[in-house]
DNA sequence: TTGAAAGCGGTACCAA
DNA sequence: TTGGTACCGCTTTCAA
């Protein structure tokens, strides 16, 4: 060990000697020889090394511009090449014990904390995810963004988020995500099929979260909102509901479209009327609006109505016992989609269709990193089920 | 603007030329003489450069590994230097119009994007902000951080999310937050003080969301959970309640600490009973579950339930009605803490304290911002009143 | 206004 | 195993 530490420092020396000797010969217009070594010897004087009079940036960290502690500090003070201490912190790399030891403490003293900026630029990793969300307020996504994260910081890799607000520039948005150099990103939010083209072109990895394209195949992962529809309505119409309504999402929501269409259709298969239908904004008032303008343009209560999400339901449901009197399920029976968490309170007991939202995350993010991994892999779809969850406030007999 | 061409079509000329000569002049030793030159070169020609016989990283670009554009490729095809394509793209440089119609068309048509991760590397500024949140389930924290993260995007900059579940390694990943060299930090999480103290070790700016420290000066925003306490139990004390209970939060969560303080001194102070506390964990079944508690361990209901937040609330008010068969707030009175939407919700109606969360989040946010542009700033504590809501699940007279 | 060149703080290759 | 060096792609002087 303390052999060790002479040889160790003998580089040093030499180094710092090489450095002077060369500072010394070099001609004018070969400015730019020894450029590393210089590196160390400036961190080691704390002095400027002026190359033709010019002060370097660095130096200009003396005059109050805080410098951060690089490798290079770490590998003066230890007295060996700064090649060492990059190595030292690479999982895989063939260090010495007692080079990795002295690096380890030199660097826990001198608080250095590698640079994932400057590693991304040369490996052209960056270990970010973008993760594109419309709106956090959903209560749906919470839940999806939280395990996506969960499974990201797993495999060592960040989630930079960006929120798509109705109002926001998408282009302006999308545009960072590029700057960013992200590995991958995972879609869960309204875009245009042009944008999706965009990260083709770019060819950086990315995953659809409930959502695909119609002409075009990509990586997505989608729960089956048709066949959980079809399967609403079947159970509906066995238990004898006849007069369907739907208070859909908007029009701009896929997965919204989709679970309106499929109901649609299980009806039109069923023989039963044509459902009424109103448009919603996936929120508690929207699924209030939706049941008195149901009522209003029905002259009465249809038999059931189904809700683009749970959070409608549960204002649907709320609106019918306490501001119209309207018993559920007995005189009315309301099912949503999701699976929320609410819509497990005793208060609601809501019949609906739980996504697998723990799972569909899981798959979104091994995905992503298989893409990362392997970019040329042929597009894949996952499709789970829905579960479907007979609460109470349906008839189902 | 053609003499303009012109003009730079030779200055490319003469770079290019320059190139050669040195690669045919240079010896052997100085290997890296005219490199920024060399680089436009390799990509004009598309040939490695090779360098004492050496082959460059970048033309490993041929063999599969895909590269990005550069600044260089615009530059290349526009006939002009890198550093004016550079130029192009900061918002106050001194540009010619042609110049920057030139570029900016050429970068369009090669789908040029900046690397934010090489510009960070130079300016020191990542124009990255960690948050760091405990956990997204809460249904509190959602909105926290949808309004932060809007925030943050009208200003330029993007959140790197960090979610700290329950059995995570908190130090791993703070260790994260260095590597990332975030700007700046919003932490609205279970942090320990020596956490908090290595923020400032690091020198970061840094923002404690709802939380603050005992002993140390520190940025922070919150909401005065004492005062609110304080106040949900002089309403409920003047309406009559005599026996209060309390459903807590958890131990570690600072905000729930101070929520049973501010009511135990206030029932302190009306010389009331001390009330009999539960602790809970902020979700739905604690509430469920506390009562349960409660109403086991006094052998009859309490007057006033006092919980910990609005979700605790909920359960409480479900359990109490669906089965146990209290009529609230006839028989009981229960509170929440926090205004989530749910508190809203017909079937609830919740009293509760409403917390300012966007303004608090514009806050935070702003804060965070101005502390990056001046560091020094002396500490700060921005305090928010939370705003009662007397909604139906007491009796308040 | 424009171009040349020196870094930012790492990684990875090569030679020893 | 270790040290030396050339980059990664950009910003920022400085000189022209």
Redesign the interface.
Known sequence: MSAFRKISQAALAKTISAKKAGAKLVAPL?K??P?NQAKIAARATGNASREGGRESARDGAREG??R?VTSYDVAMQAGISQSAVSRCFKPGASVSPSMRALVMKVAREL?Y??????R??IT?R?N?VA?LIS???N?Y???V??EL??QF?KRGM??????L?HE?DVDK?I??V????VDGVVAAARLSPQHVSEFE???IPFVLYNRTLQDKAVNAVICDQIEGARILVSRLAAAGHKRFAIISGPTDSVVGQERTKGARERLAELGLAAPIVVEGNYD?HSGAAGLRDIVRRLGRAPDAIICGNDVMA??C???A???LKLAVPEKLSVVGFDGV??S?????NLTTLRQPVQMMAQAAAEMLIGLIAK?DSPPEKRVFSAQFIEGGTSALG
Chains 1, 2 share one sequence.
């Open positions: 070969q730019s020889a450029r511009i805080k951060q608080n904390t590698p640079n994932a900026i400057a991304s630029l052209r960056s970010l993760v709106n956090l307020t209560l996504y919470p839940e963004l939280s994260c969960q910081e960040r989630v930079l988020l960006f929120t607000p926001a948005m545009a960072q590029w700057e960013y150099q072109r770019r060819q508690y549960i204002g449901v709320d609106t016992r306490h501001e968490e609410p497990r309170w005793l208060s609601y970019p």
